[in-house]
């Protein structure tokens, strides 16, 4: 395949493994800006492959479609918290979310864990302290500020209590198998590791024998006081790599979509 890199987004350690990659193995590459929101490339892209992949910000799935690239981006737009719900259950970290519009959300009168339902960017999901929420909410709905995400009142959303997590890893998922996996949290602190132990594969494999909604995509578990859940998924293509073995990625990447 044809690789189309977002210059700049990945870490510096994240770029050289995957560009020494792709050299290494003497597959095709090119490097562009992004413009935000729209994903419009420059330079415009000239792959010479049949096969395009897109790695970079999530917007880069505008220009994929618009070019009728394959498989250009393994969206998951139309796979929401609402769909993965049906199919993994309380296998769910927050399976017991209430789902509804940004402006319905009540005042928090305490620490609450909101994010939207889809895989989307208006905003990441977190756990929001009730004054700074009061405020966001107000400045969106009441006084219609435009944070330039596209969020607005009528954005789904769904919100739960807070978690205890221990840890949190990341699984990157291609043609039904694990390509690599990473950790990348250990309780509030940032910490990526490679070594992950095996019940966290055995987990995954039972979620993704369950269903897959890509033939690539990202999952991210956590170990809890109730046992393994599911944090979220995440397109591949605009995922960072953290400790994963980006090599294995690649490899799995092009193993899938043939030669092209």
Known sequence: MHWILQENLFKENEWANLTGTLERFAIPFSVHKVIPFIGELVPPAQPQ?????????YSMRHTARA?????????LFDKDFKVQLQHWGERMLNFDSRILPFK???LLAEPTFLRPVDDSKYFA????????????????????????????????????????I?????????NGEI?????????????????????????VQACVQAWQPHRAFVIDVCDTPHGLKIVE???????GFYAGNVQSLVLALE???GAG
């Open 125 to 164: 999901g977190k756990v929001f302290m009730p004054e700074d929420f009061n405020d966001w909410k107000h400045k969106v709905v009441d006084l219609g500020h435009d944070y330039g995400t596209s969020l607005s009142g009528e954005t789904l959303v769904q919100i739960c209590n807070p978690k205890t």
């Open 179 to 203: 390509a690599t996996r990473s950790m990348y949290k250990r309780g509030d602190k940032v910490m990526y590791a490679s070594d992950v132990d095996e019940r966290f594969d055995r987990f």
């Open 255 to 257: 193993d899938m979509e």
């Open 67 to 75: 070019q009728r690239w394959t498989p250009g981006v393994y969206d």
């Open 233 to 239: 998924i995440n397109t591949i293509n605009a995922a």
């Open 104 to 106: 319905d959300v009540p």
């Open 49 to 57: 492959q049949e096969k395009v992949v897109c790695f970079g910000s």
């Open 166 to 174: 221990h840890g949190e890893y990341r699984f990157w998922i291609v």
